[in-house]
Protein backbone atom coordinates (compact mmCIF):
# COMPACT_ATOMS: atom_id res chain seq x y z
CA UNK A 1 0.00 0.00 0.00
CA UNK A 2 1.51 2.91 -1.06
CA UNK A 3 1.37 6.24 1.62
CA UNK A 4 2.61 9.91 0.81
CA UNK A 5 2.20 11.95 4.48
CA UNK A 6 3.21 16.06 4.10
CA UNK A 7 4.38 17.49 6.72
CA UNK A 8 6.08 21.08 7.77
CA UNK A 9 3.17 23.11 6.44
CA UNK A 10 2.17 26.34 9.23
CA UNK A 11 2.22 30.69 9.18
CA UNK A 12 4.75 31.88 7.84
CA UNK A 13 5.37 36.09 7.03
CA UNK A 14 5.81 37.67 3.51
CA UNK A 15 9.08 37.15 2.61
CA UNK A 16 10.53 34.03 4.99
CA UNK A 17 11.15 30.84 4.32
CA UNK A 18 9.59 27.03 4.55
CA UNK A 19 10.15 23.49 3.84
CA UNK A 20 7.29 20.78 3.63
CA UNK A 21 8.23 17.02 3.17
CA UNK A 22 6.44 14.16 2.06
CA UNK A 23 7.34 11.11 3.05
CA UNK A 24 6.62 7.59 0.94
CA UNK A 25 5.80 4.18 2.12
CA UNK A 26 5.18 1.15 -0.02
CA UNK A 27 7.45 2.24 -2.49
CA UNK A 28 11.15 3.15 -3.19
CA UNK A 29 11.30 6.52 -5.23
CA UNK A 30 13.35 5.11 -7.99
CA UNK A 31 11.28 5.18 -11.68
CA UNK A 32 7.92 7.03 -10.46
CA UNK A 33 7.17 10.83 -11.13
CA UNK A 34 6.97 13.16 -7.80
CA UNK A 35 5.12 16.45 -7.78
CA UNK A 36 3.64 19.07 -5.14
CA UNK A 37 0.46 20.72 -6.33
CA UNK A 38 -1.11 23.45 -5.06
CA UNK A 39 -4.78 24.38 -3.85
CA UNK A 40 -6.23 27.58 -2.29
CA UNK A 41 -10.53 28.38 -1.63
CA UNK A 42 -12.17 29.17 -4.97
CA UNK A 43 -9.05 28.33 -7.33
CA UNK A 44 -8.18 24.91 -9.27
CA UNK A 45 -5.18 22.98 -7.78
CA UNK A 46 -2.11 24.15 -9.73
CA UNK A 47 1.43 21.87 -10.65
CA UNK A 48 4.03 23.75 -8.05
CA UNK A 49 7.40 21.67 -8.95
CA UNK A 50 7.98 18.03 -9.86
CA UNK A 51 10.63 15.31 -10.82
CA UNK A 52 10.35 13.33 -14.26
CA UNK A 53 10.32 9.64 -13.90
CA UNK A 54 12.74 8.95 -16.01
CA UNK A 55 15.98 10.64 -15.94
CA UNK A 56 14.71 12.82 -12.54
CA UNK A 57 14.52 16.06 -14.36
CA UNK A 58 12.92 18.61 -12.37
CA UNK A 59 9.79 21.21 -13.40
CA UNK A 60 8.88 24.04 -11.98
CA UNK A 61 5.27 26.50 -12.11
CA UNK A 62 5.83 29.81 -13.56
CA UNK A 63 4.78 31.79 -10.30
CA UNK A 64 7.54 29.67 -8.01
CA UNK A 65 10.14 29.27 -10.97
CA UNK A 66 13.30 30.89 -8.65
CA UNK A 67 11.57 30.88 -5.34
CA UNK A 68 11.57 26.84 -4.73
CA UNK A 69 13.44 24.17 -5.11
CA UNK A 70 12.12 20.19 -5.23
CA UNK A 71 14.86 17.85 -3.81
CA UNK A 72 14.43 14.86 -2.94
CA UNK A 73 16.27 11.83 -0.44
CA UNK A 74 15.98 8.23 -1.82
CA UNK A 75 17.45 6.87 1.11
CA UNK A 76 14.86 8.08 3.18
CA UNK A 77 12.10 7.80 0.56
CA UNK A 78 11.47 11.74 1.60
CA UNK A 79 10.62 14.39 -1.24
CA UNK A 80 10.98 18.26 -0.26
CA UNK A 81 9.85 21.49 -1.07
CA UNK A 82 11.96 24.64 -0.09
CA UNK A 83 9.97 27.80 -0.43
CA UNK A 84 11.76 31.10 -0.25
CA UNK A 85 10.42 34.29 -0.40
CA UNK A 86 6.91 33.61 -0.07
CA UNK A 87 4.08 35.81 -0.59
CA UNK A 88 0.80 36.32 0.33
CA UNK A 89 -0.56 34.70 -2.78
CA UNK A 90 1.64 31.25 -2.01
CA UNK A 91 -0.70 30.37 0.36
CA UNK A 92 -2.82 26.78 0.24
CA UNK A 93 -2.81 23.53 1.08
CA UNK A 94 0.25 21.48 -0.58
CA UNK A 95 -0.12 17.90 -1.55
CA UNK A 96 2.35 15.72 -2.92
CA UNK A 97 1.82 12.88 -6.16
CA UNK A 98 3.01 10.17 -7.02
CA UNK A 99 2.62 8.49 -10.65
CA UNK A 100 4.70 5.19 -12.47
CA UNK A 101 2.72 6.13 -16.10
CA UNK A 102 3.65 9.84 -15.99
CA UNK A 103 4.96 10.92 -19.01
CA UNK A 104 7.11 14.21 -19.15
CA UNK A 105 4.96 16.09 -21.22
CA UNK A 106 2.11 15.57 -18.26
CA UNK A 107 3.99 16.08 -15.23
CA UNK A 108 1.48 19.30 -14.97
CA UNK A 109 -1.21 17.22 -15.09
CA UNK A 110 -3.16 16.27 -12.07
CA UNK A 111 -5.33 13.67 -13.46
CA UNK A 112 -1.49 11.91 -13.91
CA UNK A 113 -0.58 10.90 -10.42
CA UNK A 114 -1.87 7.58 -8.87
CA UNK A 115 -1.26 7.95 -5.61
CA UNK A 116 -1.50 11.54 -3.35
CA UNK A 117 -1.26 12.60 0.33
CA UNK A 118 -3.43 14.25 2.37
CA UNK A 119 -2.05 17.74 1.81
CA UNK A 120 -0.27 20.61 4.19
CA UNK A 121 -1.72 24.16 4.95
CA UNK A 122 1.16 26.68 4.22
CA UNK A 123 -0.12 30.12 5.18
CA UNK A 124 1.80 33.33 4.13
CA UNK A 125 0.43 36.64 6.16
CA UNK A 126 1.58 39.33 8.13
Known amino acids: QVQLVESGGGLVQPGGSLRVSCAVS????????VAWFRQSPGKEREFVAG????????YYGDDVKGRFTISRDNGKSTVYLQMNSLKPEDTAVYSCAMGNRVITSSIRNQNAYDWWGQGTQVTVSS
Open 26 to 33: GRTLSGYA
Open 51 to 58: YSRVGGYT
